[in-house]
């Protein structure tokens, strides 16, 4: 089992609709956990950091954090065309190396 | 704004010849970076850790003579791909963080081509 489960996608939504991006893991340990937007031929991008259980809330974007089902969310409110990229989470253990999820491709449909 | 600047965004050489990448953190120091890379539509995969003052450390099957990385201050890391071939080309990708447990901040990639 790896580490880290991401569907790749791809996941399409007409324009208002709110997304639903999940990912999850394995390793108990985690406690820190992101989430990046990746637009093409670019950098990730950092979008939300929640440190253990919960939800955060920034803007149309809430990410989720359920560390007794292993199971992180990111939920994008009145989806837009310019949400359109892929999304990958990532999470770590204290003073450990980052783990990336092999991301989601989301296409939002005008 | 960007916390972490890469240079070049785009680069184009030669089969034979070397290139060099830069990557800097602009607000914090970072003893230590990571280099990534990227195919199309494929996820990112970690090449090398770069630590300040010593040593890379490379993940399993990447040539460390091929990818040569040098941390030479807390603010730089830089990646030179030596005698580049045309499976070189990529999109190469570099991150840092202000420390262990912060989130990474990403640069805006590198994308070469050889020729």
Not at chain 1, 2 to 19: H, M, T
Not at chain 1, 20 to 46: D, H, I, V
Not at chain 2, 11 to 37: H, P
């Amino acid at each position: 089992q790896k580490e880290v489960e991401q569907d790749p996608g791809p996941l399409s939504v007409p324009e208002g609709a709110i997304v639903s991006l999940n990912c999850t893991y394995s390793n108990s340990a985690f406690q820190y956990f992101m989430w990046y937007r990746q637009y093409s031929r670019k950098g990730p991008e950092l979008l939300m950091y929640t440190y253990s259980s919960g939800n955060k809330e920034d803007g149309r974007f809430t990410a989720q954090v359920d560390k007794s089902s292993k199971y992180i969310s990111l939920f994008i409110r009145d989806s837009q065309p310019s949400d359109s990229a892929t999304y990958l989470c990532a999470m770590s253990a204290p003073d450990d190396k980052i783990i990336f999820g092999k991301g989601t491709r989301l296409h939002i449909l005008p | 704004g960007a916390v972490v600047s890469q240079h070049p965004s785009r680069v184009i050489c030669k089969s034979g010849t070397s290139v060099k990448i830069e990557c800097r953190s602009l607000d914090f120091q970072a003893t230590t970076m990571f280099w990534y890379r990227q195919f199309p539509k494929k996820s990112l995969m970690l090449m090398a850790t770069s630590n300040e003052g010593s040593k890379a450390t490379y993940e399993q099957g990447v040539e460390k003579d091929k990818f040569l990385i040098n941390h030479a201050s807390l603010t730089l890391s830089t990646l030179t791909v030596t005698s580049a071939h045309p499976e070189d080309s990529s999109f190469y990708i570099c991150s840092a963080g202000r420390d262990r447990n912060s989130p990474l901040h990403f640069g805006n990639g590198t994308r070469l081509t050889v020729t």
